[in-house]
T-cell receptor
Framework: GQNIDQPTEMTATEGAIVQINCTYQ??????LFWYQQHAGEAPTFLSY??LDGLEEKGRFSSFLSRSKGYSYLLLKELQMKDSASYLC??????????WGAGTKLIIKP | IAGITQAPTSQILAAGRRMTLRCTQD?????MYWYRQDLGLGLRLIHY???????GKGEVPDGYSVSRANTDDFPLTLASAVPSQTSVYFC??????????????FGEGSRLTVL
């Protein structure tokens, strides 16, 4: 079966750096997405990786290793507004998105 | 700019009743999707439409139906609601073909409770 694994919950301190990992086993691979979802709100797009390596976008970076079935989202200079769930999703060989259950990130002052 | 609008935002429904969740987008996106989100689980695809006039089944289609008469509207119907359909439902759209990257744009969600 297809599977996306992420930690259920993480806690970090305001101003610090946090890395949220995502491992996947899917039938084929056509890209990996990260979305942010604040409580009670809709998911919003953060990043897309289809080739190995690091994609940087402001305070957020996303890394992909296709050979390891692994990605991480790196958040720098954490702010209280970064408290949210972070969803990892992989597009499989049929171009269907397979979603992880999400990682709830709690930021403490 | 409205983006994607869902209605209702919240609804309590008696089991056995018929319910339609509405979804309208003004971005002229070809692809539209319905997901359900349950605690502890990833988003699960119910139905999708790659273009107006076509629809397809996702991971959990049973008990749900959709139609795509035009580009903008993609309603989701529960013919006879059951308690296991209690969930938060998200409509989403994308302007990319399935083989391309294509971020999804989500509506604000419809929280449905079936008693």
């Amino acid at each position: 079966g297809q599977n996306i694994d992420q930690p259920t919950e993480m806690t970090a301190t305001e101003g610090a750096i946090v890395q949220i990992n995502c491992t996947y086993q899917t039938s084929g691979f056509n890209g990996l997405f990260w979305y942010q979802q604040h409580a009670g709100e809709a998911p919003t797009f953060l990043s897309y990786n289809v080739l190995d390596g690091l994609e940087e976008k402001g305070r957020f970076s996303s890394f992909l290793s296709r050979s390891k079935g692994y990605s991480y989202l790196l958040l720098k200079e954490l702010q209280m507004k970064d408290s949210a769930s972070y969803l990892c999703a992989v597009k499989d060989s049929n171009y269907q998105l397979i979603w992880g259950a999400g990682t709830k990130l709690i930021i403490k002052p | 700019i409205a983006g994607i609008t869902q209605a209702p935002t919240s609804q309590i429904l008696a089991a056995g009743r018929r319910m339609t969740l509405r979804c309208t987008q003004d971005m002229r996106h070809n692809a539209m999707y319905w997901y359900r989100q349950d605690l502890g689980l990833g988003l699960r695809l119910i139905h999708y439409s790659n273009t107006a006039g076509t629809t397809g089944k996702g991971e959990v289609p049973d008990g749900y139906s959709v139609s795509r008469a035009n580009t903008d509207d993609f309603p989701l119907t529960l013919a006879s609601a059951v308690p296991s359909q209690t969930s938060v439902y998200f409509c989403a759209s994308s302007d990319s073909a399935p083989g391309e990257g294509g971020e999804l744009f989500f509506g604000e969600g419809s929280r449905l409770t079936v008693l």
